[in-house]
């Protein structure tokens, strides 16, 4: 078993990740989920689950925010029409919204997902016991790691294999406190504004950031490319595997993502060689957005390398 | 009219054993410390399991207790010696952990019954759907995330009976905690581990790419002119002048942070908070703030001072930008070894510098306070010398007010 999980932007690109061979969808608004391409209101939602459906795709919705009182007051109704609506899932990373779907009896599944949270097998199947069916692995989680975890979990693990990886959410608006002090760049603070901070003494350095409902956001300096090392993956039975599409450009992350799901088939049929797969990472280097890095993150590094 | 109301616990920060002592003669009704292990501050001095005992002991004759914070976010590696971890601890004679990662809360509470668990503020409660959650897993505390309004606490405290933890004082992290891994990234340091490097207190360039075009810096400028980098800096907090609200909204634990911090640092800000608590629970009527405490706690104030998130997100003053305000730097000079009340003498341990002609400030446990001038000063042979400066040199001298062993010294520092 293998699962291609994609964010979408909108319905166009919903149409063109099914195509491209994506086995589920991810997306949501942003009142209840966090750092999504698109806030879909609820009738765009309602059409891109049947779109979904009639192609047999599954789609998962981002319930996975960091509620405050007035917010999770509003999470039982959302999930009630999400159930309604039969999605097939929703992630939460906030242990009062699992509170409330176990209470509410929808029979939704969730897959756990608290960003850089998760990050042992232990941890994964105590959500498991309490009525996970997936969860989503920190980024910060090598390969290394990965090898016993994998033997170690109850439930599957979803691994992003490319896009933006978050490293940072504040609750406060750092940007825009930023702008008021120095009185200038005061206009827009939004994803769309393009935002991005570098480290000091390394001015080449990229760390996207931006505000929205949810706080601030900083993402790490490169976006994440696991595709050469999906066999490794495959061979541990990691199969879920994510592809964020947050800061790609609208039109080719639907081609990124058929590379990938070429990659995939490959390894399901056994002819996965490090030339076919070099060659389609190629690919997704070119496909990439020029002003934005990509490399595979943590994968390679040694556990002891980290302090 | 108010009458006296429940007192809520002050839970101080205690690095060491020496701080553990202190902050609970100082007033703590309880202190929280690190083990050896599956703490966030590696670089404290944390405890053994015989210093756990001997520090259990201590707090537990003097009516305290004695939490041992436990949250780092386990990797597959870390897990293995947990449950002995935890059985060491409880039969230490601790009176919970604290910890943040589920995996570690569930081994405490299936491997070491009978141990009592607080949750982590790194894990970003911040809803009474959570609290909840938290103490149907049997959990007996949990400690809000810094994001959480005086307002959003009053009305957790409406759908919830579990213990309320708040800090009260202290460092914040700018972002939630345990939801920021830039000391990962920027600096291979784990901050779920023990690691922070603090990156969000760096100074950052800041850019945006116009359209089609190359990438362009935005610089930002100060009211003085000079030019402002990008921070993510949090000021501290101080909720001194709060605690009617705190107590009012029904927290449990008044938590004070810094287990880095000195014994200077420690028995002031405990002293201040134990005395503004029980003033205010004894008669809350005629409850007033004292300056004085607020004074205090500038004289070991590293940043300046907010309410974090208590009072509505917090805007640009509770970062740090531009020109940092003065903060007056006090030291800590000395601690009373002994008083003779005959011949006026006071025997001082030496921790700083001083000498004839300083002001000094003698500070107590229920906020004794005398301040003086240094006028005359004798070695532990009786001579006359200038100055004490070496480290833990013994010395007397002339102080016309009793004092007590145990009460510290400090002075203004001469060149802050």
């Known amino acids: ?307 | 009219m108010l009458t006296a109301v429940k007192h809520p616990e002050v839970l101080a920060p205690a690095g060491t054993p020496e701080k553990l002592k202190v902050a609970i003669d100082y007033g703590a009704d309880a202190v929280y410390i690190g083990g050896d292990a599956y703490g966030l501050r590696s670089r404290a001095g944390n405890f053994s399991f015989e210093e756990m005992r001997v520090g259990a002991d201590y707090a537990h004759q003097h009516n305290a207790k004695v939490y041992v914070a436990a949250n780092i976010v386990a990797h597959e590696q870390n897990l293995a010696g947990a449950g002995s971890f935890y059985r060491q601890v409880r039969d230490a004679g601790i009176d919970a952990v604290i910890v943040s990662d589920p995996s570690l809360i569930e081994t405490a509470i299936t491997e070491a019954p009978g141990l009592k668990v607080h949750l982590s503020t790194q894990a970003s409660a911040t809803n009474y759907e959570t609290l909840n959650f938290w103490q149907h897993e049997g959990l007996e505390r949990v400690v809000l995330a810094r994001e959480v309004g005086i307002a959003e606490i009053k009305e957790m405290r409406q759908h919830t009976d579990v213990q309320i933890e708040a800090f009260v004082h202290g460092a914040m992290c700018i972002g939630y905690s345990g939801r920021c891994v830039l000391s990962n990234h920027l600096s291979l340091r784990d901050a779920n581990r023990g690691g922070c490097a603090q990156n969000c207190r760096w100074k950052y360039d800041l850019f945006d790419i116009p359209d089609l075009g190359q990438k362009r810096e935005l610089l930002g400028h100060g009211p003085d002119g000079k030019t402002e980098k990008f921070s993510m800096s949090a000021v501290d907090m101080a909720m001194i002048e709060h605690i009617p609200d705190l107590v009012e909204a029904g927290v449990d634990s008044l938590k004070i942070e810094g287990r880095m911090k000195t014994v200077h640092y420690v028995s002031t800000v405990a002293n201040v908070y134990s005395t503004a608590v029980r003033q205010y629970c004894a008669d809350p009527a005629h409850y007033q703030l004292d300056p004085a405490w607020v004074d205090e706690l500038w004289k070991v104030a590293q940043r300046e001072l907010s309410t974090g998130f208590y009072y509505g997100t917090p805007d640009e003053d509770f970062q740090l930008f531009g020109k940092r305000r003065r903060l007056s730097h006090y030291a800590f000079v000395g601690e009373v070894l002994a008083y003779d009340a005959v011949t006026k003498q006071v025997t001082v341990q030496q921790r700083n510098n001083f000498g004839i002609g300083d002001e000094i400030e003698f500070y107590g446990p229920n906020f004794a306070h005398h301040k003086q001038v240094v006028t005359d000063l004798f070695d532990d042979q009786d001579q006359a010398i200038e100055r004490a400066p070496h480290a833990m040199q013994v010395v007397h001298f002339t102080c016309a007010q009793p004092v007590h062993p145990g009460d510290f010294v400090r002075a203004q520092a001469q060149h802050s």
């Not at chain 1, 059409?47 to 405050?68: C, G, R």
């Not at chain 1, 599944?109 to 608290?114: E, F, G, R």
């Not at chain 1, 995939?264 to 049929?269: G, H, S, V």
């Not at chain 1, 070119?286 to 590094?301: I, S, T, V």
């Open chain 1, 1 to 307: 078993m293998s699962e291609l999980v994609t964010t979408v932007a909108d319905y166009a690109q919903a149409e063109a990740v099914i195509t491209a061979g994506a086995d589920r969808l991810y997306l949501g608004e942003d009142e209840f989920g966090l750092r999504l391409p698109h806030s879909f209101q609820r009738a765009e939602l309602n059409e891109i689950v049947e779109l979904a459906h009639q192609n047999n795709v599954k789609v998962t919705v981002a319930v996975n925010a960091i509620f405050h009182n007035d917010r999770i007051a509003m999470v039982g109704e959302y999930l009630r029409f999400l159930a309604q609506i039969k999605v097939d899932e929703v992630s939460i990373g906030d242990p009062g919204a699992i509170n409330i779907l176990q209470r509410e009896q929808l029979g939704l599944p969730y897959i756990y997902d608290a960003a850089d949270l998760v990050t042992s097998s232990r941890q994964i199947n105590f959500w498991g016991k309490h009525g996970a069916t997936a969860a989503v692995l920190a980024h910060e989680v090598p390969y290394q790691e990965m090898v016993p975890l994998s033997k170690n979990v109850a439930i599957p693990v979803e691994i992003t294999v490319y896009g933006a990886i978050v490293i940072h959410q504040s609750g406060r608006p750092l940007l825009q406190n930023y702008s008021n002090f120095v009185q200038e760049h005061l206009a827009q603070t939004d994803r769309q504004r393009g935002l991005f901070i570098a480290t000091p003494h390394h001015e080449e350095t990229h760390y996207s950031i931006y505000e929205d409902r949810n706080g601030t956001h900083i993402f790490a300096n490169n976006d994440l490319d696991l595709l050469t090392d999906l066999p490794k993956l495959w061979a541990l039975g990691l199969r879920r595997w994510k592809l964020d599409g947050l800061f790609a450009d609208v039109t080719t992350f639907s081609q990124i993502v058929a590379v990938f799901a070429q990659a995939r088939d490959l390894l399901l049929a056994g002819t996965a060689t490090p030339e076919a797969l070099a060659e389609l990472d190629r690919q997704v280097h070119e496909l990439q957005p020029a002003a934005r890095g990509l490399d595979n993150g943590f994968f390679d590094l040694d556990p002891d390398e980290v302090k």
